[in-house]
């Protein structure tokens, strides 16, 4: 068994996992559209969009779609967890550009660094870069 994430995008599920893959250092395993399968439940000019892709994370696997009308996730959020506090910041400065930052980069009692934001895609993230003792 195994528990994986899907995200629906309002048009941008193809931006967001090529992001990802360029920044997080994802692979993309899968990526189909709308028009290759055809169907009446999307407009005519989502021929293009995304009806399902399949990224691998740090071996972790997100999918997505492009879904007319969806919203941006709401109290979810993908976690990552990093191994050193300048990974954190550094994907930090990635996913806060042209996002909305929750809760600001910063050490706290459980973390050396831990942030909560939305990025440009609607995307929750935690980052999360865990002390060791």
Not at 34 to 39: D, L, P, Q
Not at 47 to 68: F, N, Q, S, T, V
Request: aromatic content about 10%; overall charge negative; proline content about 4%.
């Amino acid at each position: 068994m195994r528990l994986d994430v899907y995200v629906n995008y309002a048009g941008t599920c193809e931006q967001a996992f090529r992001f990802y893959e360029q920044h997080l250092g994802g692979r993309i395993a899968s990526m189909q559209r709308h028009r290759e399968v055809g169907g009446d439940n999307v407009p005519p000019d989502w021929g293009d969009k995304i009806l399902h892709a399949r990224i691998e994370i740090a071996g972790a696997i997100l999918m997505g779609a492009d879904i007319p009308n969806a919203e941006p996730m709401r109290s979810a959020y993908l976690t990552l967890t990093t191994d050193t506090p300048e990974d954190a910041e550094r994907i930090y400065a990635l996913l806060t550009d042209r996002g909305e930052v929750f809760m600001k980069m910063e050490e706290t009692f459980f973390a050396r660094r831990f942030a909560m934001l939305r990025d440009r895609f609607g995307t929750s993230w935690m980052l999360l870069c865990e002390r060791t003792n």
